[in-house]
């Protein structure tokens, strides 16, 4: 990998933590799609070679797959070191989650606990200080943080995921206090449903979606799902994640004169968490 590294793009790299067959993938296809060299991160590195090699091919673009896990220090550190080694990581998106089960405040064991707060906020704050020195130093970038309903609730069953959630939106708010003045775009999304499968087959449709969404987003319309699901006339309880993705995207690309510090997006057909 190191020696691939004076191949990739000037215009900066993407890092993506936490990518899995949902969201994590649809992101990375999207700013892929857009010319962006990108690094996604995970636990399993066989099938995240998959997922690179394909979105590689679909796109033509240059994409990495680096092994991380983000309940270790040492391992988020060793893995960054492969990502810089890149060049300039203009965009972080965080969106490593520790799937938990629903159990008794009686019954949570420590390790647990702190698995899961290691995993939404700790790894957050480990992968945040690697690249924001070089943002800072070029006056730009872009880290966005994927929350849940958790992060605004909590949720009888689920203190490990809530407490680590939270912590996360209170990172998010104080990185966007102190380095949106200096360059560096910080968001935070709270995804108030589940994530689906994506609905577009194709690496065309997307784009046309994409399109779609921007015209109306630069019109004030905002609405990153109707492209795929209301427009279509198909009612859903769950997220595509290529029209979540959009979204990532629009947040990159926002003005600086009204940046967005934390957005929310649902389903057409919301079942509560």
Same mark, same amino acid.
């Given at each position: 990998?190191?020696?691939?590294?004076?191949?990739?793009?000037?215009?900066?790299?993407?890092?993506?933590? *936490?990518? *899995?067959?949902?969201?994590?993938?649809?992101?990375?296809?999207?700013?892929?799609?857009?010319?962006?060299?990108?690094?996604?991160?995970?636990?399993?590195? *066989?099938?995240?070679?998959?997922?690179?090699?394909?979105?590689?091919?679909?796109?033509? %673009?240059?994409?990495? %797959?680096?092994?991380?896990?983000?309940?270790?220090?040492?391992?988020?550190?060793?893995?960054?070191?492969?990502?810089?080694?890149?060049?300039?990581?203009?965009?972080?998106?965080?969106?490593?989650?520790?799937?938990?089960? %629903?159990?008794?405040?009686?019954?949570?064991?420590?390790?647990?606990?702190?698995?899961?707060?290691?995993?939404?906020?700790?790894?957050?704050?480990?992968?945040?200080?690697?690249?924001?020195?070089?943002?800072?130093?070029?006056?730009?970038?872009?880290?966005?943080?994927?929350?849940?309903?958790?992060?605004?609730? *909590?949720?009888?069953?689920?203190?490990?995921?809530?407490?680590?959630?939270?912590?996360?939106?209170?990172?998010?708010?104080?990185?966007?206090?102190?380095?949106?003045?200096?360059?560096?775009?910080?968001?935070?999304?709270?995804?108030?449903?589940?994530?689906?499968?994506?609905?577009?087959?194709?690496?065309?449709?997307? %784009?046309?979606?994409?399109?779609?969404?921007?015209?109306?987003?630069?019109?004030?319309?905002?609405?990153?799902?109707?492209?795929?699901?209301?427009?279509?006339?198909?009612?859903?309880?769950?997220?595509?994640?290529?029209?979540?993705?959009?979204?990532?995207?629009?947040?990159?690309?926002?003005?600086?004169?009204?940046?967005?510090?934390?957005?929310?997006?649902?389903?057409?057909?919301?079942?509560?968490?």
């Amino acid at each position: 990998m190191r020696s691939m590294a004076s191949s990739a793009a000037s215009k900066g790299i993407v890092a993506i933590v *936490g990518v *899995g067959p949902k969201l994590g993938r649809s992101v990375a296809r999207k700013f892929a799609h857009e010319g962006y060299t990108v690094a996604i991160l995970a636990r399993d590195l *066989g099938r995240l070679s998959r997922f690179a090699d394909e979105i590689a091919r679909e796109e033509k %673009a240059q994409v990495f %797959a680096i092994r991380i896990d983000c309940s270790d220090t040492r391992s988020i550190r060793e893995a960054f070191e492969g990502v810089l080694s890149l060049g300039f990581v203009e965009i972080l998106v965080y969106n490593a989650y520790q799937p938990v089960p %629903a159990t008794s405040f009686a019954d949570l064991r420590l390790d647990a606990f702190e698995k899961s707060l290691a995993v939404s906020a700790v790894g957050a704050f480990h992968c945040a200080q690697q690249v924001l020195t070089g943002m800072v130093e070029r006056g730009r970038g872009t880290i966005l943080f994927t929350g849940c309903s958790a992060s605004l609730n *909590g949720i009888a069953g689920f203190s490990e995921l809530c407490c680590g959630k939270f912590a996360l939106r209170a990172l998010s708010q104080c990185l966007a206090r102190e380095f949106q003045p200096l360059g560096v775009h910080v968001a935070h999304i709270v995804l108030d449903g589940l994530v689906g499968p994506p609905r577009g087959p194709s690496t065309a449709q997307r %784009a046309l979606v994409g399109e779609q969404q921007q015209q109306s987003f630069s019109a004030g319309g905002g609405d990153h799902g109707s492209g795929s699901t209301v427009a279509s006339g198909t009612n859903s309880t769950a997220m595509d994640p290529d029209a979540v993705a959009q979204t990532y995207w629009h947040l990159h690309v926002q003005d600086r004169a009204a940046w967005t510090q934390e957005i929310d997006l649902r389903p057409t057909d919301l079942q509560l968490f």
